[in-house]
C-alpha cells in the first residue's frame, strides 16, 4: 500500500520552514526519509519505528505518530541545499515478509 | 569505498524485446532491491535479493526477473519490453537486519527506454 505524502510541491524562501506529512492507511511498523537531489541518487536522513519517537538529523527532524498512521518530516530554517524530491517510504510489517513502499514524493524548491 | 554501481547508464530497446540491468552493491552488504522511478509515480518496490535468494517481490508481472549472484552483484531482466516499462531502474543495497529494511545506499540507476 503506498503511503500517501502531502504537499506535492512546495516552494520556500532561504530561511523559512517546511512540513511535510507521510499518511498510511494500514498500521506502521517503520517509517523512513529520503531526499532525492535532480539526477543524483536518493539519500537516507532517517528511519523512525513504531512507538512515537521523534529524531533529528541537523535542522530536519521527523515524528511518527503510530495511532494517527502518518508521520512528518519538519525542515527548520531551510537552506539552498535542501531543495530535492523528499520520499517517505514505510514498512507494514516486520519480519522476513517486509517490503519498504515509497509515496510519490515532495518536490522542495528553496530560493534566495 | 565504492558505492552502488549499476550499469548500463542508459539502454534504449524496443517493444518486445528483453532488458538486462546490472547492480553492484557496497562491499559487505547482502541485501539488494531493485526500485522502478517512472515519471510521477515515486519508487515502485519491484524486488528484494539476500543472500542470492528473492525475499520478497511487488505488485509487477513475472516478466520482472531478477537474481543474486554468489558475490551479492545482481542482475534485473525484463522480458517481452512495453512502452509503460521506460523508467529509471535503482538498485539499493544494504546489511541485513532481522524485522526492518536498514538504510538504503542507491546507485544512480539505469535508464531504460522503449520504443
Known amino acids: 500500500q503506498q503511503p500517501v505524502q502531502s504537499p506535492q510541491a512546495v516552494i520556500l524562501r532561504e530561511g523559512e520552514d517546511a512540513v511535510i506529512n507521510c499518511s498510511s492507511s494500514?498500521?506502521?511498523?517503520?517509517v523512513h526519509w529520503y531526499r532525492q537531489k535532480h539526477g543524483e541518487a536518493p539519500i537516507f536522513l532517517m528511519i523512525l519505528l513504531k512507538g512515537g519517537e521523534q529524531k533529528g538529523h541537523d535542522k530536519i527532524s521527523a515524528s511518527f505518530n503510530e495511532k494517527k498512521q502518518q508521520s512528518s518530516l519538519y525542515l527548520t530554517a531551510s537552506q539552498l541545499s535542501y531543495s530535492g524530491t523528499y520520499f517517505c517510504?514505510?514498512?507494514?510489517?516486520?519480519?522476513?515478509?517486509?517490503?519498504?513502499?515509497f509515496g510519490k514524493g515532495t518536490l522542495l524548491t528553496v530560493n534566495p | 569505498e565504492a558505492g552502488v554501481t549499476q550499469s548500463p547508464t542508459h539502454l534504449i530497446k524496443t517493444r518486445g524485446q528483453q532488458a538486462t540491468l546490472r547492480c553492484s552493491p557496497i562491499s559487505g552488504h547482502t541485501s539488494v532491491y531493485w526500485y522502478q522511478q517512472a515519471l510521477g509515480l515515486g519508487l515502485q518496490f519491484l524486488l528484494w535479493?539476500?543472500?542470492?535468494?528473492?525475499?520478497n517481490r511487488g505488485n509487477f508481472p513475472p516478466r520482472f526477473s531478477g537474481r543474486q549472484f554468489p558475490n551479492y552483484s545482481s542482475e534485473l531482466n525484463v522480458n517481452a519490453l512495453e512502452l509503460e516499462d521506460s523508467a529509471l531502474y535503482l538498485c539499493a543495497s544494504s546489511r541485513y537486519l532481522a524485522g526492518l529494511t536498514g538504510e538504503l545506499f542507491f546507485g544512480e540507476g539505469s535508464r531504460l527506454t522503449v520504443l
Open positions: 517510504g514505510t514498512e507494514n510489517s516486520g519480519g522476513s515478509n517486509y517490503k519498504l513502499t
Open positions: 535479493y539476500d543472500e542470492g535468494e528473492e525475499r
Open positions: 494500514k498500521a506502521l511498523y517503520s
